[in-house]
Every structure is written in C-alpha cells, then in structure tokens.
C-alpha cells in the first residue's frame, strides 16, 4: 500500500443488511461521510476480500468486511488567521469553543475565511485532524452561523473518530437555550419529525417524509411576554433542527430570519435592539472524552444580545 494511507477495516451492521453499500459503509465507519465513501468507492479503495467494490449503489450484507484505504489528506487551502477564541476547554487531543454569533464554522462559497476553521489553523499550528479528507482542524459537528454557543473540534484523528462515534449514537448531550414567539404548550415535548431540504426552496430545512429521522426534546423555562424561554435537547444533530421544529410547533424562534415571521411589537422590540439573528445559543455540550474516557460538561451563559432580549421581554 502506498506510503501516507491508512486502513479501515469496516463490517457491515447487521442492521444495514440490503443497504446501499455507501450508505452501509457511512453507518459503520462515521468518521466518514456518504459522498466521501462514494468517492472512494469510485477510486478503487474500497475492496472486500481483495476485490474492489466499484458500485456504490450495490446492496452490502450484513456482516460483511470491508477494508477502506483512506488517502493522507491534501493540504487544506485555508489561510491560518489570528482570529480571538473563547476556549472553554483545550488539551493536546481535543478543544473546546464558545462560538460567537456570526463566525462561520467552515469556509464555502461567499465565506472563504474569516471562519472558525482559519482560527483554528492559527491556534492549532501543526496540530490537526485530517480524517475528512483535507488536512483542518476536526469538525466533528457544526452550529449556523448566527447561533452562538458550545461546540467541540478534534486534534487528531483518533479524537475526531472516537467524537463521531458518540455523535452518530446520538451520546453527546446538547442543550440549546432558544427564546420562541408564543408559549408552547404543552409546556414540555418531543418532537419526532424527519428532516431534509425543502422540495419548494433547497435553501431551506423542512419535515419531509423520508427525511433523516430528527429528535428534539424542550421544556419550557419560563414564559415570556408573548414569548418564551425554552430548552431544546437534541437526539439527533440535523441542519436547523431546533428551529425547523420549534416553527413546526407553532412557535419559531424570535429573530430567525428564514423560519420566523415576527410581527408587531415583538418585530419593534427586534428593530430596536438591533437584534438580527436566531435566539438560539448551545448552552450545554457533555461528552466523554475519546482518550481519556473521562465524562466532560460544560455550560455556556447566554450571550449579551440574548441575555437583553430575555429581559426585556419578561412579564
């Protein structure tokens, strides 16, 4: 084998019998994503028994072993920039960040730095976690833009598979603190709806039969004027869950620009603090750390802009 690539050896849940092979290869090894998996597959590197697996669309049977030869990542195009973080936590394995409202996570089209990823190149120097694909620190989970709040990244790539493990069993524990328009009632619930993008607007986020199967537990904090401050705890981590289930509820968050639709003093109260983002903040990230089997939590205060709105809007 090639010097600079790795192996995975990857068996087939009994679960994911008659699975597309890229999707039951995503399942067992989730350090690895479908369209990562597919590109390999297409590549020659995946093979079971010494043949290649060339079809991604194949039916994979459970139990089966596949050996994965993942490439050493390129070189990441991203600039290192000096960038300040709020670390809540940080070792040689893994960090942990309070991300400001208005920091993108990744670079991509329209924000190719400036992002939490050039500070992190920055602060991590040669400390980096290559498994998806490209040299970067170990995005492991990601928060929109304008929320703020808790997220973890990995340093090497033993970290960023033990992390995607726990998140793909649904073990990490987040909490989100969000201010909602209206009051839900009830006051506490389950919402078990599926996610994926909107057959109307591929912009958006919408409950599609079909979807990813999303979770999202919340109770009610305290009622609010019109409003309300709620916890939402997530099962499952897709792309604007909490908003995306909270506006199914009747209640979308105050300031959410794509899923909301505030209207008459609350709207005023927005305008007046200048208040243009989701009230959406991850207060709360626990996790057991993939090195040291340690259990970690940490909490996060809501941010001033946040913190301002709440108040102003108590009875």
């Not at 089966?64 to 991203?78: E, G, I, K, R, S």
């Not at 909301?260 to 207060?283: I, S, V």
Request: proline residues 6%; aromatic residues 4%; glycine residues 10%.
């Amino acid at each position: 084998m090639d010097r600079g690539v790795s192996i995975i050896d990857a068996r087939i849940a009994p679960t994911a019998d008659g699975w597309r092979l890229d999707r039951a290869l995503a399942d067992a090894v989730p350090t690895l994503s479908r369209e990562r998996l597919k590109v390999l597959i297409n590549s020659g590197a995946v093979t079971r028994d010494g043949v290649m697996a060339r079809d991604p669309a194949k039916r994979a049977a459970g139990g089966d072993l596949f050996q994965v030869a993942v490439p050493a990542p390129l070189p990441a195009h991203n600039e290192p920039q000096d960038i300040p973080l709020v670390i809540a936590y940080e070792d040689e394995h893994l960090i942990v960040l309070d991300k400001p409202a208005g920091l993108v996570v990744h670079p991509a089209a329209g924000n190719f730095d400036g992002t939490l990823v050039n500070a992190l190149l920055h602060h991590c120097g040669g400390s980096l976690s290559g498994i998806g694909g490209v040299a970067r620190p170990g995005i492991v989970h990601r928060i929109d833009k304008d929320t703020s709040g808790l997220m973890v990244a990995a340093k090497t790539d033993r970290t960023h598979e033990g992390l995607a493990k726990q998140f793909a069993a649904h073990s990490i524990d987040r909490r989100y603190r969000a201010i909602t328009g209206g009051i839900p009632r009830p006051a506490d619930g389950t919402v078990d709806a599926p996610l994926a993008r909107s057959p109307q607007n591929r912009k958006k986020v919408a409950i599609v039969q079909g979807g990813k199967r999303a979770v999202t537990h919340y109770r009610t904090i305290e009622k609010l004027n019109n409003a309300a401050l709620v916890e939402c705890r997530l099962e499952t981590g897709r792309t604007h869950q909490v908003r995306v289930h909270m506006q199914s509820l009747g209640h979308a968050l105050l300031g959410d620009p794509v899923y909301g639709r505030t209207k008459g003093a609350q709207k005023a109260l927005l305008d007046e603090l200048e208040f243009r983002r989701q009230a959406l903040h991850a207060a709360h990230l626990g996790f057991i750390h993939p090195i040291s089997g340690h259990a970690l939590a940490f909490e996060s205060p809501m941010p001033p802009d946040m913190q301002e709105l709440f108040s102003r809007l108590h009875v």
